[in-house]
C-alpha cells in the first residue's frame, strides 16, 4: 500500500518558467482540508459526487474510503486536481497535468480494483498508469444519467421504506449478484466479511430502499453517496416476475420524489449494453449526460510494503 508520506513529481513539458522545467507534485491530502477540497470538487457535483460523499462521511483520513485521498496544486497553491486512489480509484482534475500526475501515483497501488470516471479522462489517465503493465480485466462503458424532477401524477408507492439491519439476508445476496454482473468478481466469495459490514452500514446509514411482500424482496436501491447537490443511486433492482408490470418503475419514481425533497438531482450509472435498463431509466425521466468508462484490474502482489 502506498506509504503517506510519498510525493510524486512528474515533468510537465508543455509549462516553463525562464527556462525550468515546472514541476507538479501530489500529496496526500489531510484532516483539516475537508473544506477546500470539497469546494474545489462542488465545482462539477454530478461528476465528484461519489468523492464529495466520502469525505461528508468519513473526512480526508480514514480507512472506510478504502484509500488515500491525493490533491496536486499550481504554483500559487491552489488545488489542479484531486484524486482517491484505492480499491476505487476515482478522479477530479482541471488539467492534463494534474490527471498524468495522479495518475503516477495510482502506478505504485497494487490493490486497486477499478478506475472510474468520464471516458476522455480515463482514457488520458490509463496513458500514464498503464506503465505499470498491469492489464484491464474487464471495461465497462455507462452512461451517467440524471433526474430533476419527477411526475406528480404517478402512483404513489406506500410500501417502500428504508431496510432494517433484520433485512440484511435479503439484501446482501442481490447486491453482490448485481456486483457480479458488472464486475466479473462475486464479492461473497473474495471479501465476504468487508462486504457483509458494507451492506450493514449502508442500512445503518438509512441509505438501503426496499419494497418487501411477505417476506419477499420485490424492490431495492441504495444511496451510495449523497450531497445537497446531487444525490447517486446504484443497486437498481426488481423482481423478475414483478418486471413487467410498472413496478420497477412506479418504485424508482416514488423514490426518486422522494430524495428529490432534500437535493437538486439524482445521477446513476447504466452499462451502455445493457438496452433494457436504459430504456427502463429513460421511462423514469433520467436523461444521459455524460459517458463513463469503469476498467476492471487483476490483482497481484503489492508493489510497496
Not at 191 to 209: A, E
Not at 216 to 240: C, H, M, Q, R
Amino acid at each position: 500500500m502506498l506509504q503517506e508520506s510519498t510525493t510524486i513529481r512528474t515533468e510537465v513539458s508543455s509549462h516553463r518558467l525562464a527556462g525550468v522545467t515546472e514541476l507538479m507534485e501530489a500529496r496526500p491530502l489531510k484532516e483539516g482540508q475537508e473544506s477546500e477540497v470539497i469546494e474545489f470538487l462542488s465545482q462539477r457535483p454530478i461528476h465528484t459526487v461519489a468523492m464529495i460523499s466520502l469525505i461528508q462521511d468519513n473526512g480526508l483520513e480514514n480507512a472506510l474510503n478504502r484509500g488515500t485521498f491525493y490533491g496536486c496544486r499550481d504554483l500559487n497553491g491552489q488545488l489542479e486536481g484531486v484524486a482517491l486512489v484505492g480499491h476505487a480509484t476515482l478522479m477530479e482534475t482541471v488539467s492534463d497535468r494534474a490527471l498524468r500526475t495522479l495518475a503516477r501515483v495510482a502506478r505504485d497501488y497494487s490493490s486497486t480494483h477499478m478506475i472510474m470516471g468520464e471516458q476522455d479522462r480515463v482514457a488520458e489517465f490509463w496513458t500514464s498508469y498503464a506503465e505499470t503493465g498491469r492489464e484491464p480485466r474487464l471495461a465497462c462503458r455507462e452512461w451517467l444519467m440524471e433526474l430533476k424532477s419527477t411526475s406528480n401524477s404517478a402512483q404513489r408507492v406506500s410500501n417502500l421504506r428504508l431496510a432494517t439491519e433484520e433485512e440484511l439476508e435479503l439484501v446482501m445476496p442481490i447486491q453482490a449478484q448485481l456486483a457480479m454482473q458488472e464486475s466479473g468478481v462475486d464479492p461473497m466469495r473474495s471479501d465476504p466479511k468487508g462486504f457483509r459490514n458494507r451492506c450493514l452500514r449502508r442500512i445503518s446509514q438509512g441509505r438501503t430502499w426496499v419494497v418487501v411482500e411477505n417476506g419477499s424482496l420485490i424492490f431495492k436501491a441504495d444511496v451510495i453517496s449523497e450531497t445537497p447537490d446531487v444525490i447517486y443511486l446504484e443497486g437498481i433492482w426488481v423482481k423478475n416476475d414483478r418486471r413487467n408490470c410498472n413496478t420497477g418503475s412506479l418504485c424508482l419514481t416514488e423514490l426518486s420524489r422522494r430524495l428529490l425533497v432534500r437535493t437538486n438531482s439524482i445521477c446513476l450509472l447504466a452499462n451502455e449494453l445493457n438496452l433494457s435498463a436504459l430504456a427502463f431509466y429513460r421511462k423514469c425521466g433520467f436523461q444521459f449526460r455524460a459517458t463513463y468508462e469503469t476498467i476492471f484490474l487483476t490483482q497481484k502482489e503489492s508493489l510497496v510494503h
